[in-house]
């Protein structure tokens, strides 16, 4: 008889119904049991937390979904060496890349939504729909970002049958799936998507589970990057659906709250917050599962007070794109002050007192972009991102990681206006979120390429510029701090990760993305 564990690659699950303390998941032992023997309402929630679990680790959306993403950006570079290195430097291969426990753990992760979906042993009940919706959520938002990162885009007409395998059934380790198209696997995503809303809550107690809203969210970030017709107003009307008719627990953060909610300072600024719609829980039990500690996190990466392996930051010319007033040198290092708090000031001496011609006299403090502390190796030095602070008040490497936010359903929704050829409405609204940031307003004369703009400076650090350039077939372009392939062509199979070579050891059925 088949046995399964309830297990990520740690081989220990959570269960969310008794909670240690307000956000904390509860740590279960190994669990062993038979298939046939999943029918209570407990077991299955176990399966529907490994796969929260799962899709947070390190190998996924805990560290190397989001790192990698950035490190195949135009506005961040690698400093030393010290990581992702063979990314940073576009030489993967089948062999050789950083993606090859991001497909498995997505995979996964996928496995045990399975698990969850198509059990028939648990009676139907209100509790019961809630957790397939959940999983299916998950599953959806598994295929759409191994379709970011091992296929083609939809709207650049090539490889379109390089898909990724579409595994639907429960855990059968004798399959050996080919890729599907591009095309079934965005169906299948849709499906998911659709049905994971309808039965998913509207308010969970926590962010840190999947709701309604967040199936929304993920469906028009689906619909911009396919872009069938009709699919930017269907874009334009799940963003706007957030954007006008959230629940009370849903709504855009205020100015003078945006640092304290990345820096977390104070600390009940931070978590659960309104402006965030989904994000992974980090606390003493689940760390333990999800691999996150001082070797491997997103602090560790990008915060500047972090150890040897702090390696990624944003370029200068990111860093000067933001508006901001350069002051004199403090101790030989170059001082300014930006109203934009996605920037925000260095760390200067400047006080109420200190007077700069167009500088308030209550200078912000340091902000979420700081060059203090940069590597004398880099030329030009660009700036580290505070938004990953490694200390927290339950010690290090416990803040909670934002994975879907308000300002993007906003973003979204400018976007889908632009698509829709709403342009004028569209500025308008780019203009008035800029303006809420304390940012530079646009022209509109380029507006696409304005949109994309403030997309990137909202969330840099957060895994995102590279989809961006990547869904519009937009060349890749390093202006610095970069040695080689730095100006790749629109559709280049670099855009497209290679599968490891292990993987197609294992599976004869699946083939490689042409050009590896």
Request: proline share 5%; glycine share 6%; charged share 20%.
């Amino acid at each position: 008889m088949k046995k399964f564990f309830i297990i990520i690659s740690s081989l220990v699950v959570i269960n969310s119904a008794n909670s240690c303390s307000d956000k904390e998941l509860e740590l279960y032992p190994i669990t062993q049991d038979n298939i046939e023997d999943i029918n209570t309402e407990d077991k299955l929630q176990k399966f529907l937390n490994a796969s929260y679990l799962t899709v947070g680790s390190v190998s996924a959306f805990g560290t190397d979904a989001m790192a990698i993403a950035d490190v195949l950006s135009d506005n961040a570079y690698i400093t030393s060496a010290k990581a992702y290195s063979t990314t940073y430097n576009m030489t993967y291969s089948a062999t050789g890349n950083d993606t090859s426990s991001l497909y498995r753990s997505l995979y996964d992760a996928i496995m045990n939504c399975n698990m969850v979906i198509n059990n028939t042993k648990v009676p139907s009940s209100t509790n019961v729909l809630r957790m397939k919706a959940e999983a299916k959520i998950i599953r959806a938002f598994s295929y759409f970002t191994l379709l970011n990162y091992f296929s083609p885009t939809p709207t650049s007409g090539i490889n379109q049958e390089y898909g990724v395998p579409l595994v639907l059934g429960n855990y059968d380790s004798s399959i050996q799936p080919a890729r599907a198209t591009v095309a079934e696997v965005y169906a299948q995503i849709i499906s998911d998507l659709n049905q994971g809303m309808a039965g998913a809550d509207a308010e969970p107690d926590q962010k840190v589970f999947m709701s309604k809203t967040a199936a929304k969210l993920i469906l028009s970030r689906v619909y911009l990057t396919r872009r069938e017709a009709g699919d930017a107003q269907l874009a334009l009307q799940y963003a706007t659906e957030i954007v006008n008719s959230s629940p009370a627990s849903f709504a855009p953060i205020e100015k003078d709250k945006y640092v304290a909610y990345f820096s977390g300072l104070p600390e009940d600024g931070s978590e659960n917050q309104k402006e965030t719609i989904w994000e992974l829980d980090l606390n003493p039990s689940s760390n333990l599962v999800l691999g996150i500690g001082s070797n491997l996190a997103l602090p560790t990466l990008y915060n500047r007070i972090s150890t040897d392996r702090r390696a990624i930051l944003f370029t200068k010319a990111f860093f000067d794109s933001f508006p901001h007033t350069d002051l004199p040198t403090v101790n030989g290092v170059p001082q300014s002050y930006s109203p934009d708090v996605r920037r925000g000031s260095t760390k200067t001496t400047v006080t109420s007192a200190t007077t700069y011609p167009g500088v308030p006299t209550a200078v912000q403090p340091a902000g979420l972009l700081t060059t203090i502390g940069l590597p004398v190796v880099d030329n030009p030095a660009g700036a580290w991102t505070n938004k990953y602070p490694r200390l927290t008040a339950d010690g290090n490497f416990y803040r909670n990681i934002k994975i879907f936010r308000f300002a993007e359903a906003q973003l979204n929704r400018i976007e889908a206006l632009y698509l829709t050829g709403q342009s004028a409405l569209a500025l308008t609204e780019l203009n008035n979120f800029a303006i809420s940031r304390g940012g530079s307003t646009y022209t509109g004369t380029n507006l696409l390429n304005d949109i994309l703009t403030e997309k990137a400076k909202e969330f840099y650090g957060e895994g995102q510029r590279f989809y961006d350039l990547k869904r519009y077939n937009l060349p890749l372009v390093k202006g610095s701090n970069c040695v080689m392939n730095c100006n790749v062509p629109a559709n280049d199979k670099l855009f497209v990760m290679p599968i490891s070579q292990n993987a197609l050891n294992y599976n004869p059925n699946l083939k490689q993305y042409p050009g590896y």
